[in-house]
């Protein structure tokens, strides 16, 4: 029996005709394959939380396209207030809790066009702005979550909104722990000076902030500071800002930790 070599074997199709894969996704859910998980979680205000909406006068730059100015978000409790920046795109629904139709805060209001540098804000005409009282809920949209950019600003948005509810309504707080021979902090001036013993041949000092954001500083010890805001990016801010003058090292474990930062230990190279 003699076997014959078929040369239209190698040139054979692997799909047949009529047969190829169909290059459509099916789609097994119906919402939207989209969704921000961050920026779609409701933000409670409480009954001492007031927000008011306004487009304040913005100067423009030589950068700038635009024809209008951000909305501009204020948000008042017991601890003072914080304004938020906003994008043009972003969407505040107040659902109130004791009854009442929701709404979007700002819808009405008319949009103010940029003002020239040369002119300050102060000196612009006042806006009107648009204001909501708690108890209720606040939900936060964009105008087209399938837009990569209005995506990824949806979650920051709400995030923002978040925090500073907070910040006005509990305050932040954090705590730095000095670890090392020696290491001691002490409050001078009339407690607006930090003054820190951290190993250098000559005392660190550090102006804490004069805005009304910041609350205070406390030492519970000489090793432990707590610092105190209503702004959590401002204190974030000052926190790295000690932190940066001994940070943690892995060897002997000496620095300044914050907010009982762990760090991976390291054993030194024996002989």
């Known amino acids: 029996?003699?076997?014959?070599?078929?040369?239209?074997?190698?040139?054979?199709?692997?799909?047949?005709?009529?047969?190829?894969?169909?290059?459509?996704?099916?789609?097994?859910?119906s919402t939207c394959?989209?969704?921000?998980?961050?920026?779609?979680?409701?933000?409670?205000?409480?009954?001492s939380i007031s927000l008011s909406m306004c487009n304040p006068a913005r100067p423009r730059t030589s950068r700038s396209s635009a024809a209008f100015g951000q909305p501009q978000l204020t948000v008042?409790?017991?601890?003072?207030?914080?304004?938020?920046?906003?994008?043009?795109?972003?969407?505040?629904?107040?659902?109130?809790?004791e009854g009442g139709k929701s709404r979007i805060i700002g819808a009405d209001l008319p949009k103010t066009a940029l003002i020239s540098p040369n002119l300050s804000p102060s000196d612009a005409p006042p806006v009107p702005y648009d204001e909501?009282?708690?108890p209720g809920t606040i939900n936060v949209t964009v105008e087209d979550e399938r837009a990569k950019k209005q995506r990824g600003t949806w979650g920051l948005s709400r995030a923002l909104l978040a925090n500073a509810v907070s910040g006005v309504q509990t305050g932040f707080s954090s705590v730095l722990t000095l670890v090392g021979v020696g290491y001691r902090a002490s409050l001078e001036k009339d407690n607006t000076c930090l003054n820190l013993r951290v190993g250098y041949s000559h005392p660190v000092l550090?102006?804490?902030?004069?805005?009304?954001?910041?609350?205070?500083?406390?030492?519970?010890?000489?090793?432990?500071?707590?610092?105190?805001?209503?702004?959590?990016?401002?204190?974030?801010?000052?926190?790295?800002?000690?932190?940066?003058w001994r940070p943690p090292e892995p060897y002997n474990g000496k620095g300044i930790y914050l907010n009982g930062e762990t760090i991976k230990r390291k054993e030194a190279k024996k002989k």
């Open 76 to 97: 008042t409790g017991p601890l003072g207030k914080l304004s938020i920046d906003l994008a043009s795109f972003v969407r505040l629904t107040f659902e109130p809790t």
């Open 132 to 134: 909501v009282t708690g």
């Open 33 to 47: 394959p989209r969704s921000s998980h961050i920026g779609s979680k409701p933000v409670p205000v409480p009954s």
């Open 1 to 29: 029996m003699s076997l014959a070599f078929n040369p239209s074997f190698l040139f054979r199709p692997i799909f047949a005709p009529g047969r190829l894969c169909s290059t459509q996704a099916r789609t097994f859910s």
């Open 206 to 244: 550090i102006d804490l902030p004069k805005t009304k954001t910041f609350l205070g500083c406390e030492l519970p010890s000489p090793t432990e500071i707590v610092i105190k805001g209503i702004d959590k990016q401002e204190l974030g801010l000052l926190g790295a800002s000690i932190r940066k």
